[in-house]
């Protein structure tokens, strides 16, 4: 029955809290060495298994490629590893000796993370790595078509943690995932924080929860390749950045804004480099699985484009990587406006930069606020003033979105979760890391005294100034004034 499933998957939520709690209270006592060490050795044993987790996602989900898969494991093992391992999360993390202030770092507690379906093992490694290295424990609640994957780096990082020292369910997975479970994990008394990566309805759903969440919107992004960017290099950035596992990482490129004087020589520089521009009848037959209810069509989610023309009835060649149509509009009516998590790509055509720039807007404000737009360009004032107008939390230049946005090839906090601020309804606009899962304690040292209010003046007195310096009018009548002009000043 359909409410056992829930009833157990509910029990094994709350059982991991409980140990959650358990292991937080120890591991919160611990120095900075030990924690360190514990997320060495989470890290390593990442790195050890990112190729068999990579395998386990794509068999799994049907999502993406295995090599990609791949990459994404190794960029949380790695790379975020390398970004998190020197910053300070015990105790006093800085002095400022001028205004003689400490800051001292506490962690948050347990923390509850929700993982995707379409990065099911790099999320679980980069969430876990930084709620441990903050001192937390975390229970993990895996997207249910994704759920033996998760579970499995889950286990791996578990077991690494405790060879290094950390204590029993400090990393825990939910093995029968269900909504009531995930609900559960997120509204229960033990969980302080949420990190939720995940479809709009469960970013929301942690937003209500009434716990402290960090939550993603989606990734819409649009790209402006101005007249002055190196078009080839562009383009390679931009096809690797999109056809990067099947377009499954929501800081890909869903739309090229291109300005009309070198539509042409992009277009080109595309077909040589193994896009395909779809005509109006193929256009139509991808239009038409791209959206299910008004909704996107989980099928076409991470697939090839040979398996995205197969579903939609058209023949394309072997070796073509993406695929390409031209489009004028913009509204849920038009699909290939929105996003689509796949290796397809709209293509919009703007007289100028301020026609580029306004149709990018557009685009995000459809459905990608405050995530992230693209530029390729070479003039660093119109990077500038593009950037400006962007309600984007990240603006990546001259690099794939895929990799700017997420901090592979720019300088932006490594991290697999997103912000999009006030924009998109966030709580926060940064890439989410360690910083996000301490308190911050202040101790400071009085430096001045606090100066004291001036005594108001009492009419009596004021009275008095007026009448030795005033007119030849009788004290009456000078109390009589300065009780009216005060009491209109509110003093």
Same mark, same amino acid.
């Given at each position: 029955?359909?409410?056992?499933?829930?009833?157990?998957?509910?029990?094994?939520?709350?059982?991991?809290?409980?140990?959650?709690?358990? *292991?937080?209270?120890?591991?919160?006592?611990?120095?900075?060495?030990?924690?360190?060490?514990?997320?060495?050795?989470?890290?390593?044993?990442?790195?050890?298994?990112?190729?068999?987790?990579?395998?386990?996602?794509?068999?799994?989900?049907?999502?993406?490629?295995?090599?990609?898969?791949?990459?994404?494991?190794?960029?949380?093992?790695?790379?975020?590893?390398?970004?998190?391992?020197?910053?300070?999360?015990?105790?006093?993390?800085?002095?400022?000796?001028?205004?003689?202030?400490?800051?001292?770092?506490?962690?948050?507690?347990?923390?509850?993370?929700?993982?995707?379906?379409?990065?099911?093992?790099?999320?679980?490694?980069?969430?876990?790595?930084?709620?441990?290295?903050?001192?937390?424990?975390?229970?993990?609640?895996?997207?249910?078509?994704?759920?033996?994957?998760?579970?499995?780096?889950?286990?791996?990082?578990?077991?690494?943690?405790?060879?290094?020292?950390?204590?029993?369910?400090l990393i825990s997975c939910i093995s029968k995932p269900t909504v009531a479970a995930a609900n559960e994990l997120m509204k229960h008394?033990?969980?302080?924080?949420?990190?939720?990566?995940?479809?709009?309805?469960?970013?929301?759903?942690?937003?209500?929860?009434?716990?402290?969440?960090?939550?993603?919107?989606?990734?819409?992004?649009?790209?402006?390749?101005?007249?002055?960017?190196?078009?080839?290099?562009?383009?390679?950035?931009?096809?690797?950045?999109?056809?990067?596992?099947?377009?499954?990482?929501?800081?890909?490129?869903? $739309?090229?804004?291109?300005?009309?004087?070198?539509?042409?020589?992009?277009?080109?520089?595309?077909?040589?480099?193994? $896009?395909?521009?779809?005509?109006?009848?193929?256009?139509?037959?991808?239009?038409?699985?791209?959206?299910?209810?008004?909704?996107?069509?989980?099928?076409?989610?991470?697939?090839?484009?040979?398996?995205?023309?197969?579903?939609?009835?058209?023949?394309?060649?072997?070796?073509?990587?993406?695929?390409?149509?031209?489009?004028?509009?913009?509204?849920?009516?038009?699909?290939?406006?929105?996003?689509?998590?796949?290796?397809?790509?709209?293509?919009?055509?703007?007289? !100028?930069?301020?026609? $580029?720039?306004?149709?990018?807007?557009?685009?995000?404000?459809?459905?990608?606020?405050?995530?992230?737009?693209?530029?390729?360009?070479?003039?660093?004032?119109?990077?500038?003033?593009?950037?400006?107008?962007?309600?984007?939390?990240?603006?990546?230049?001259?690099?794939?979105?895929?990799?700017?946005?997420?901090?592979?090839?720019?300088?932006?906090?490594?991290?697999?979760?997103?912000?999009?601020?006030?924009?998109?309804? !966030?709580?926060?606009?940064?890439?989410?890391?360690?910083?996000?899962?301490?308190?911050?304690?202040?101790?400071?040292?009085?430096?001045?005294?606090?100066?004291?209010?001036? *005594?108001?003046?009492?009419?009596?007195?004021?009275?008095?100034?007026?009448?030795?310096?005033?007119?030849?009018?009788?004290?009456?009548?000078?109390?009589?004034?300065?009780?009216?002009?005060?009491?209109?000043?509110?003093?």
């Amino acid at each position: 029955m359909r409410m056992d499933i829930d009833l157990e998957s509910i029990q094994e939520a709350r059982n991991f809290l409980e140990q959650a709690q358990q *292991a937080q209270q120890i591991i919160g006592k611990m120095s900075q060495h030990d924690i360190d060490q514990i997320v060495h050795g989470m890290a390593q044993a990442a790195l050890k298994e990112s190729g068999r987790l990579a395998s386990l996602a794509v068999e799994e989900t049907g999502y993406g490629k295995v090599e990609d898969k791949l990459t994404k494991n190794l960029f949380s093992a790695r790379d975020i590893y390398e970004s998190v391992k020197d910053k300070k999360t015990v105790g006093i993390i800085s002095r400022d000796d001028t205004n003689k202030v400490w800051e001292v770092a506490e962690p948050v507690g347990v923390v509850a993370g929700i993982i995707p379906s379409t990065n099911p093992t790099s999320t679980a490694i980069f969430k876990a790595i930084i709620a441990v290295k903050s001192r937390n424990a975390i229970v993990l609640s895996p997207h249910p078509a994704a759920a033996k994957c998760t579970k499995e780096a889950a286990d791996i990082l578990q077991q690494a943690a405790v060879q290094a020292g950390a204590p029993a369910g400090l990393i825990s997975c939910i093995s029968k995932p269900t909504v009531a479970a995930a609900n559960e994990l997120m509204k229960h008394q033990v969980t302080k924080v949420i990190l939720a990566t995940g479809g709009s309805d469960m970013v929301k759903a942690a937003y209500s929860s009434g716990k402290p969440a960090y939550g993603v919107g989606p990734g819409n992004v649009p790209v402006f390749i101005h007249s002055s960017a190196n078009i080839q290099q562009a383009v390679k950035q931009i096809i690797r950045s999109k056809t990067f596992d099947y377009g499954t990482i929501c800081a890909s490129e869903q $739309a090229l804004v291109v300005e009309k004087s070198i539509k042409r020589k992009v277009k080109q520089e595309l077909e040589n480099q193994g $896009a395909y521009f779809l005509d109006d009848y193929e256009k139509k037959r991808i239009e038409g699985i791209i959206l299910i209810n008004g909704r996107l069509n989980p099928k076409i989610v991470g697939q090839s484009p040979q398996k995205l023309a197969e579903l939609a009835g058209i023949a394309i060649t072997d070796d073509c990587k993406l695929l390409v149509a031209e489009e004028n509009n913009i509204g849920k009516a038009y699909p290939l406006s929105l996003e689509k998590l796949s290796p397809i790509l709209a293509f919009y055509v703007a007289d !100028n930069w301020q026609e $580029a720039s306004a149709t990018c807007a557009q685009l995000l404000e459809l459905g990608g606020l405050g995530h992230t737009a693209g530029i390729h360009c070479q003039d660093e004032a119109m990077i500038e003033s593009f950037a400006l107008e962007q309600q984007a939390s990240r603006v990546v230049v001259n690099s794939g979105t895929t990799f700017g946005g997420i901090g592979a090839t720019t300088g932006i906090q490594p991290s697999m979760t997103l912000g999009c601020g006030s924009y998109g309804n !966030n709580i926060s606009s940064d890439n989410i890391s360690v910083e996000h899962l301490l308190n911050i304690k202040r101790v400071a040292y009085g430096i001045r005294e606090m100066e004291e209010a001036p *005594a108001v003046p009492s009419y009596q007195q004021v009275a008095n100034v007026v009448a030795s310096n005033g007119p030849n009018i009788s004290r009456d009548e000078i109390m009589d004034i300065v009780k009216t002009v005060l009491q209109e000043l509110k003093l």
